[in-house]
């Protein structure tokens, strides 16, 4: 342990994730699906959505109360709506990306919403789960009210990502965007560790500016861009939330004050408008046009979304995640209430 942090190799992280998970009442499958989510987002670099993300599920309100297998409100033959069962977000959205593509490949559409369902991580991960299918992807998310609109004093919208995947000869090409500027999760991994909030992500409880953790749970964060991204947050509350059956007179806020969660994963077959592999030079080909652009000064390559990520994740494959001490002590206490201690208490 060096500075409060502990590198742990990828088999390491994944087993503590799952007994973390199994000792907090998941099933063997289903902590299997839950710590893949995870695992996979410390690979990709954002700490805040990887094993800490564990430690999140226990407070939520949501979590307290009974969970019920997620069943098929309607459905046609290219779209299905699913009651979540108040099921964590990410079981319950793992299944709908499934259903997605199956309706997508036999269709070459699918429209499927999900309602009643909490915390469902990295959008990322289910758009470029089903772009690998060779489809595109696009996922709107409406979640608990936590952001204040320009102007405003007090949260109104979620922080209602929005994520698009397209298919290509290599990785999916993924765009996946919160539209506050911060994200709650990462509020709460810096409230846990101690540490400030940047400049103008949020505002206290009175509407003055904060960049304390705890007075910004108890205020709102702010959207990013201004009126651009309060617009992106509308439009994905409706999408989102709005379209799966949430909304005023529709259990809209729960006692809790919290927005139930609603989300809307749209795909569909690039072979519905052109050859896949015409399209997969196509997208060759753009790369390869923006790669070439001229560099500013202080850069040494155009980036694209994403790309980062996917490059953290082959780096951290072979180097192992790396955690805090406080984050790796409180799973390993959730995982012993399994019985079983599946790290040694020093590395």
């Given at each position: 342990?060096?500075?409060?942090?502990?590198?742990?190799?990828?088999?390491?992280?994944?087993?503590?994730?799952?007994?973390?998970?199994?000792?907090?009442?998941?099933?063997?499958?289903?902590?299997?699906?839950?710590?893949?989510?995870?695992?996979?987002?410390?690979?990709?670099?954002?700490?805040?959505?990887?094993?800490?993300?564990?430690?999140?599920?226990?407070?939520?309100?949501?979590?307290?109360?009974?969970?019920?297998?997620?069943?098929?409100?309607?459905?046609?033959?290219?779209?299905?709506?699913?009651?979540?069962?108040?099921?964590?977000?990410?079981?319950?959205?793992?299944?709908?990306?499934?259903?997605?593509?199956?309706?997508?490949?036999?269709?070459?559409?699918?429209?499927?919403?999900?309602?009643?369902?909490?915390?469902?991580?990295?959008?990322?991960?289910?758009?470029?789960?089903?772009?690998?299918?060779?489809?595109?992807?696009?996922?709107?998310?409406?979640?608990?009210?936590?952001?204040?609109?320009?102007?405003?004093?007090?949260?109104?919208?979620?922080?209602?990502?929005?994520?698009?995947?397209?298919?290509?000869?290599?990785?999916?090409?993924?765009?996946?965007?919160?539209?506050?500027?911060?994200?709650?999760?990462?509020?709460?991994?810096?409230?846990?560790?101690?540490?400030?909030l940047p400049e103008?992500?949020?505002i206290g409880p009175?509407?003055?500016?904060?960049?304390?953790?705890?007075?910004?749970?108890?205020?709102?964060?702010?959207?990013?861009?201004?009126?651009?991204?309060?617009?992106?947050?509308?439009?994905?509350?409706?999408?989102?939330?709005?379209?799966?059956?949430?909304?005023?007179?529709?259990?809209?806020?729960?006692?809790?004050?919290?927005?139930?969660?609603?989300?809307?994963?749209?795909?569909?077959?690039?072979?519905?408008?052109?050859?896949?592999?015409?399209?997969?030079?196509?997208?060759?080909?753009?790369?390869?046009?923006?790669?070439?652009?001229?560099?500013?000064?202080?850069?040494?390559?155009?980036?694209?979304?994403?790309?980062?990520?996917?490059?953290?994740?082959?780096?951290?494959?072979?180097?192992?995640?790396?955690?805090?001490?406080?984050t790796w002590e409180?799973?390993?206490?959730?995982?012993?209430?399994?019985?079983?201690?599946?790290?040694?208490?020093?590395?």
């Amino acid at each position: 342990m060096t500075g409060g942090r502990i590198n742990l190799s990828v088999v390491e992280a994944r087993d503590l994730a799952e007994e973390a998970l199994r000792g907090i009442g998941f099933d063997d499958d289903e902590a299997g699906i839950v710590a893949d989510h995870v695992i996979d987002a410390a690979l990709c670099g954002y700490e805040y959505s990887g094993l800490p993300k564990i430690l999140n599920l226990p407070e939520s309100r949501h979590f307290k109360l009974p969970r019920r297998p997620m069943k098929v409100l309607r459905e046609t033959d290219v779209s299905i709506a699913f009651d979540g069962g108040n099921n964590v977000g990410m079981l319950a959205l793992y299944h709908a990306a499934e259903a997605t593509i199956r309706k997508a490949a036999a269709h070459g559409l699918a429209l499927v919403s999900v309602t009643d369902a909490w915390m469902s991580g990295r959008s990322a991960y289910y758009v470029e789960m089903i772009a690998k299918a060779g489809l595109v992807a696009i996922h709107t998310a409406a979640s608990s009210r936590l952001v204040a609109p320009p102007g405003g004093t007090r949260a109104v919208l979620g922080t209602n990502p929005i994520a698009i995947a397209v298919p290509s000869s290599r990785e999916p090409i993924v765009l996946d965007i919160g539209t506050s500027a911060y994200m709650m999760t990462e509020v709460m991994l810096r409230e846990r560790l101690g540490e400030l909030l940047p400049e103008g992500v949020a505002i206290g409880p009175n509407g003055e500016p904060t960049r304390d953790p705890v007075l910004a749970r108890r205020g709102a964060l702010l959207p990013f861009g201004g009126y651009k991204g309060s617009g992106v947050a509308l439009v994905t509350e409706i999408l989102g939330g709005l379209l799966s059956g949430n909304g005023p007179g529709k259990n809209w806020w729960d006692k809790g004050g919290h927005g139930v969660n609603g989300v809307f994963l749209q795909a569909f077959a690039v072979e519905e408008f052109q050859p896949l592999a015409d399209f997969y030079d196509k997208v060759d080909e753009l790369i390869a046009y923006i790669k070439t652009t001229k560099c500013a000064p202080g850069f040494n390559e155009i980036l694209l979304p994403g790309e980062t990520g996917r490059r953290r994740e082959t780096t951290q494959r072979k180097n192992g995640v790396e955690v805090d001490e406080d984050t790796w002590e409180q799973l390993r206490q959730l995982a012993s209430e399994l019985g079983v201690d599946p790290l040694p208490t020093t590395l």
